[in-house]
């Protein structure tokens, strides 16, 4: 069994900064990957950014130049740094782990003001 705990997550006004923090536990052999997902209140779930345990990164245009997503393999933790945040960017924001089955967390709000 894998756990995947999501945190950092909260309200900021536009122009504002947030970390969320990831970290996988329990029964992990390996961890291939980790990434981060957002949903907004009537949407579908969307990519936002992933890494490699390798540390290839890939981002969604909408937050390229904005955010970045960085991993520490001895901790099995993934870091999303969020700058510039906008109101668009509200959304609760899943983590997962490539485990290498895919395990997601629970979720963590952020919400930006405008």
């Known amino acids: 069994q894998v756990q995947v705990v999501e945190s950092g997550g909260g309200m900021v006004q536009a122009g504002g900064s947030l970390r969320l923090s990831c970290a996988a536990s329990?029964?992990?052999?390996?961890?291939?990957?980790m990434g981060w997902y957002r949903q907004a209140p009537g949407k579908q779930r969307e990519f936002v950014a992933s890494?490699?345990?390798?540390?290839?990164?890939n981002y969604a245009d909408s937050v390229k130049g904005r955010f970045t997503i960085s991993i520490i393999n001895a901790k099995n933790t993934v870091y999303l740094q969020m700058n510039s945040l906008k109101p668009e960017d509200t959304a609760v924001y899943y983590c997962?782990?490539?485990?290498?089955?895919?395990?997601w967390g629970q979720g963590t709000q952020v919400t930006v003001s405008s």
């Open positions: 997962n782990a490539a485990a290498p089955n895919l395990y």
């Open positions: 890494i490699t345990s390798g540390g290839t990164t």
């Open positions: 329990g029964s992990i052999f390996r961890i291939n990957a």
